[in-house]
Antibody, heavy 120, light 106 residues
Framework: EVQLLESGGGLVQPGGSLRLSCAVS????????MSWVRQAPGKGLEWVST????????FYADSVKGRATISRDNSNNMFYLQMNNVRAEDTAVYYC?????????????WGQGILVTVSS | IHMTQSPSSVSASVGDRVTISCRAS??????LAWYQHKPGKVPKLLIY???ILQDGVPSRFSGSESGTDFTLTINSLQPEDFGTYYC?????????FGGGTKVEIK
């Protein structure tokens, strides 16, 4: 059974940093592209970042470029999103998502989501 | 690439046919997916590559394309089909979602 579980959310002060983690199981992790997607309160889905299967390729939304770093640890089936200099508009539920085999930028499995609140 | 969904909301009765549109601001071939998102649940992939049904998704869902216009059709709406539906283009980065269409059951 494919499972993804986020951790690391919570309350962060503006200008602060956060590191989200996603633990995965139930599939061959190091052959899949992984992504982060977020949903701000009352808003729609927003793609945040994607990392290739080896970690060599990374992509970011303009809204987080320069402030976010996506990474992965294939030996431990984990991937991460580090965000610095967070802003109020980063407040959202963050989902980690698995890329579909053969179609890596379609998300066929999602974590339950974790809330990040940026506020003083 | 900007994805424009319409309508923003729709209210329909059980058994109705519901169509949701998504227009891409430029050509994306068939690099489009549809997701269903219910409150308190995780988004669910329904259709990818514009018209391929994801495993386990009921056949009343279907997708089609015409140039930069894409359509999600729900034939014979069921009570469990409520939620917000999003299109997503994967033709190029940054990946983008449409604004969503909220489907309510009358």
């Amino acid at each position: 059974e494919v499972q993804l579980l986020e951790s690391g959310g919570g309350l962060v002060q503006p200008g602060g940093s956060l590191r989200l983690s996603c633990a995965v199981s139930g599939f061959i992790f190091d052959t899949h592209v992984m992504s982060w997607v977020r949903q701000a309160p009352g808003k729609g889905l927003e793609w945040v970042s994607t990392i290739g299967s080896s970690g060599a390729s990374t992509f970011y939304a303009d809204s987080v470029k320069g402030r976010a770093t996506i990474s992965r640890d294939n030996s431990n089936n984990m991937f991460y999103l580090q965000m610095n200099n967070v802003r109020a508009e980063d407040t959202a539920v963050y989902y980690c998502a698995k890329g579909k085999s053969g179609y890596p930028y379609y998300f066929d499995f999602w974590g339950q989501g974790i809330l990040v609140t940026v506020s003083s | 690439i900007h994805m424009t969904q319409s309508p923003s909301s729709v209210s329909a009765s059980v058994g109705d046919r519901v169509t949701i549109s998504c227009r891409a601001s430029q050509g994306i071939d068939n690099w489009l997916a549809w997701y269903q998102h219910k409150p308190g649940k995780v988004p669910k992939l329904l259709i990818y590559a514009a018209s391929i049904l994801q495993d386990g998704v009921p056949s009343r869902f279907s997708g089609s394309e015409s140039g930069t216009d894409f359509t999600l059709t729900i034939n014979s709406l069921q009570p469990e089909d409520f939620g917000t539906y999003y299109c997503q283009q994967t033709n190029s980065f940054p990946l983008t979602f449409g604004g969503g269409t909220k489907v309510e059951i009358k």
